[in-house]
T-cell receptor, first 108, second 112 residues
Framework: RKEVEQDPGPFNVPEGATVAFNCTYSNSASQSFFWYRQDCRKEPKLLMSVYSSGNEDGRFTAQLNRASQYISLLIRDSKLSDSATYLCVVNEGNQFYFGTGTSLTVIP | NAGVTQTPKFQVLKTGQSMTLQCAQDMNHNSMYWYRQDPGMGLRLIYYSASEGTTDKGEVPNGYNVSRLNKREFSLRLESAAPSQTSVYFC???????????FGAGTRLSVL
């Protein structure tokens, strides 16, 4: 069983739409949680950390449910520049486990 | 600010050839990582080095060796390349205990 599972998509949404991505993780002892963004043929970059209390960064809201081992990312008012692959990442000690990524294309 | 620098950016090898992928970071980070990324598989950890002088296997270490040359540099060696090692390789670093990994731009390797 994979450590981190994501719906690969693709998600194709119009500009201005709200889109949500989900992720589950298998190890209840996992310590830290993140969403990374990866543009085509580029390296992953941190989008935001995820906390149980939920956290927001502009149009992006992330949520962690430790009881269900579930992580979510909500993007409001989608922009063309949001088109990318979004990676769910879980940290256990010195190791990080990556989901396969969810592809988002925002359409004009 | 260079961050994490990987060389080369592209490489084509023949089966059985050897090569070393170089990675250097200038952020004074303790921990460094090598990942490979394949379509539909996500990033998978090959080896990591939690601190200078230590290295540990990750999820997919077979066919690879690593050297933590000093605090800045962490190299990945393919002794006898195989077509199954065709992939994009990313090096990353982070401050020990810190939450964020910083990635290099990647090395695109094809083994024919």
């Amino acid at each position: 069983r994979k450590e981190v599972e994501q719906d690969p998509g693709p998600f194709n949404v119009p500009e201005g739409a709200t889109v949500a991505f989900n992720c589950t993780y298998s190890n209840s002892a996992s310590q830290s949680f993140f969403w990374y963004r990866q543009d085509c043929r580029k390296e992953p970059k941190l989008l935001m950390s995820v906390y149980s209390s939920g956290n927001e960064d502009g149009r992006f809201t992330a949520q962690l449910n430790r009881a269900s081992q579930y992580i979510s990312l909500l993007i409001r008012d989608s922009k063309l520049s949001d088109s990318a692959t979004y990676l769910c990442v879980v940290n256990e000690g010195n190791q990080f486990y990556f989901g396969t990524g969810t592809s988002l294309t925002v359409i004009p | 600010n260079a961050g994490v620098t990987q060389t080369p950016k592209f490489q084509v090898l023949k089966t059985g050839q050897s090569m070393t992928l170089q990675c250097a970071q200038d952020m004074n980070h303790n921990s460094m990582y090598w990942y490979r990324q394949d379509p539909g598989m996500g990033l998978r950890l090959i080896y990591y080095s939690a601190s200078e002088g230590t290295t540990d296997k990750g999820e997919v270490p077979n066919g690879y060796n690593v050297s933590r040359l000093n605090k800045r540099e962490f190299s990945l060696r393919l002794e006898s390349a195989a077509p199954s090692q065709t992939s994009v390789y990313f090096c990353a670093s982070r401050l020990s205990g810190g939450p964020i990994q910083y990635f290099g731009a990647g090395t695109r390797l094809s083994v024919l």
